[in-house]
T-cell receptor, first 115, second 110 residues
Framework: GAGVSQSPSNKVTEKGKDVELRCDPI?????LYWYRQSLGQGLEFLIY????????KSGLPSDRFSAERTGGSVSTLTIQRTQQEDSAVYLC?????????????FGPGTRLTVL | GQSLEQPSEVTAVEGAIVQINCTYQ??????LSWYQQHDGGAPTFLSY????GLEETGRFSSFLSRSDSYGYLLLQELQMKDSASYFC???????????FGQGTELSVKP
């Protein structure tokens, strides 16, 4: 079946502009996660949605970052007034969230470059 | 705190066995996951240890010792295609988010 998809695959923007990144999770997965990965670094947690519960926003680095998940499916990560330090690969993952053994399925990522 | 430490790089030869270690901070820790990421690709799940001991999946095995706050990933019969970055990660505090280590870049040489 289809995996996690993300769009766009690449985004180049100018400092100060707003960007929207999209994630389509695997159908039926109740949990959705956003991470970012800077070059040669590990994954940094940003935000987590589980069903109808309030999202865990504890990883968002500033109030310029926000995310929403509509209808328990598609999610959009918005970065306002982008800065050069926002340049990274933004990864989305989804899972069935059946317990602690929570195999997360990752999308291919959106590479964001802020000039 | 919540953090995981692993070596930045490991080199091994084709056909050999390699072990990638991971130590973690225990506050809220629930279990240890391992993910593989090829250059430019998405991370893919390899294993999860909830209990102490060894979990085996084909050529890959993963081990956890809660008393030592330590785990490792063991790769046997190394192949060139195993060259990738390997991340240990933990779910903490019953939440779904994963805290990742910085990754170990494995280079398999002929």
């Amino acid at each position: 079946g289809a995996g996690v998809s993300q769009s766009p695959s690449n985004k180049v923007t100018e400092k100060g502009k707003d960007v929207e990144l999209r994630c389509d999770p695997i159908s039926g997965h109740t949990a959705l996660y956003w991470y970012r990965q800077s070059l040669g670094q590990g994954l940094e947690f940003l935000i987590y949605f589980q069903g109808n519960s309030a999202p865990d926003k504890s990883g968002l680095p500033s109030d310029r970052f926000s995310a929403e998940r509509t209808g328990g499916s598609v999610s959009t990560l918005t970065i306002q007034r982008t800065q050069q330090e926002d340049s990274a690969v933004y990864l989305c993952a989804s899972s069935l969230r059946t317990g602690h053994r929570d195999e997360q399925f990752f999308g291919p990522g959106t590479r964001l470059t802020v000039l | 705190g919540q953090s995981l430490e692993q070596p930045s790089e490991v080199t091994a030869v084709e056909g050999a066995i390699v072990q990638i270690n991971c130590t973690y901070q225990t506050s809220g820790f629930y279990g240890l996951s391992w993910y593989q990421q090829h250059d430019g690709g998405a991370p893919t799940f390899l294993s999860y240890n909830a209990l102490d001991g060894l979990e085996e999946t084909g050529r890959f095995s993963s081990f956890l010792s809660r008393s030592d706050s330590y785990g490792y990933l063991l790769l046997q019969e190394l192949q060139m295609k195993d060259s990738a970055s390997y991340f240990c990660a933990g779910p903490y505090n019953q939440g779904g988010k994963l805290i990742f280590g910085q990754g170990t870049e494995l280079s398999v040489k002929p």
